[in-house]
């Protein structure tokens, strides 16, 4: 089989985002955002109320993938070995054996990862960063390519634990999922009603549409997407304004700002571009940033959010010609 051209690559990953538009309504800057996580070895935390398809979406992702995916449904009793694996004792060969743990795969769906205590969550960190499962002492690489789809509901709901800032930031791109228009809304019940179902999607007629080539030839091109030194100070200059914010405690850090600059050139290249606009990094700064920033308590009592503070930077930094 011969190497995917860059552009072969791109037309791959679009046919993606119209194969899980056969399962998925109404979702597209959810589904983009997914596609742009795995050119850029990202990890994606997708929020949303019980019942607007964030799990059916990261399945539909996976059936449209020629990748190897495991699910975990995260609880409140679940243990971090079962998620990463454990030691065995063998009676046979009276040895321990390492039994790898879901985590070992291409595209790991971590669902409503926090219902799950913060002990739990964390035995996620070092996969995410380091690509690697310490056990024993000793490091196992995971796969490649590796990508955590994680869920959530709103940490307001009960029996939720909020995830800690250093878990936060290992994502880098973090989606709302809202709850459908009115028309993309009858579009899903009148799916249903001519016998749709979320769980058998080959029904659906969900295909694979790219494999591990095609995602390699599109990282090879988005690493060659160019970046003038006006955007790349356009990004610091957003991230750094998030510092001096009075609404904000904690402003976007350099890994934030780095984030950045690697989903706009993700972006661009979507779009067709060797080069990347500050219309680029306007368009990710949202779902980059968003998870990246801590209100102050008076803040979020006066109702203000963290994208209603990046919106507010972005409409008053100048912008690069």
């Not at 072969?8 to 993606?16: H, P």
């Not at 690509?131 to 709103?154: K, S, W």
């Not at 706009?264 to 990710?284: I, Q």
Request: net charge negative; hydrophobic share 40%; glycine share 6%.
């Amino acid at each position: 089989m011969s190497t995917p051209t860059a552009d072969s690559a791109r037309a791959s990953l679009e046919a993606v985002r119209t194969e899980i538009a056969k399962a998925v309504v109404g979702q597209d800057p959810a589904v983009t955002g997914l596609v742009v996580a795995l050119l850029c070895r990202g990890h994606v935390l997708l929020e949303g109320v019980p019942g607007v398809a964030k799990t059916l979406l990261v399945r539909a992702l996976s059936a449209t993938l020629e990748l190897d995916t495991k699910r975990v449904q995260f609880t409140p009793d679940l243990m971090p070995s079962d998620v990463t694996g454990s030691l065995v004792y063998d009676s046979r060969s009276s040895e321990f054996s390492f039994q790898p743990g879901p985590v070992f795969t291409n595209l790991l769906l971590a669902d409503e990862i926090n219902r799950t205590p913060p002990k739990t969550q964390a035995s996620l960190l070092e996969a995410m960063e380091e690509r690697q499962v310490t056990v024993d002492g000793t490091p196992r690489p995971l796969p490649e390519p590796f990508l955590v789809a994680a869920t959530q509901n709103p940490v307001e709901y009960e029996g939720t634990y909020p995830l800690p800032e250093a878990q936060l930031d290992r994502f880098l791109l973090k989606l709302t999922v809202p709850l459908p228009a009115r028309q993309d809304e009858v579009d899903i019940l009148t799916r249903h009603a001519q016998g749709f179902s979320p769980r058998d999607l080959d029904a659906a007629g969900l295909r694979p549409a790219a494999g591990p080539a095609d995602l390699e030839a599109a990282r090879d091109a988005v690493a060659k997407v160019a970046v003038s030194p006006e955007v790349t100070g356009y990004i610091v200059d957003i991230c750094r304004a998030t510092r001096e914010s009075p609404s904000l405690s904690l402003g976007v850090s350099p890994r934030g700002a780095t984030a950045l600059l690697s989903t706009s050139r993700a972006w661009a290249w979507l779009t067709g571009r060797d080069y990347v606009t500050p219309d680029d990094v306007k368009a990710l700064a949202l779902p980059t940033l968003r998870h990246r920033v801590q209100l102050r308590p008076e803040a979020e009592m006066e109702g203000v959010t963290a994208d209603s503070v990046i919106n507010s930077v972005l409409a008053h930094l100048p912008v690069p010609r």
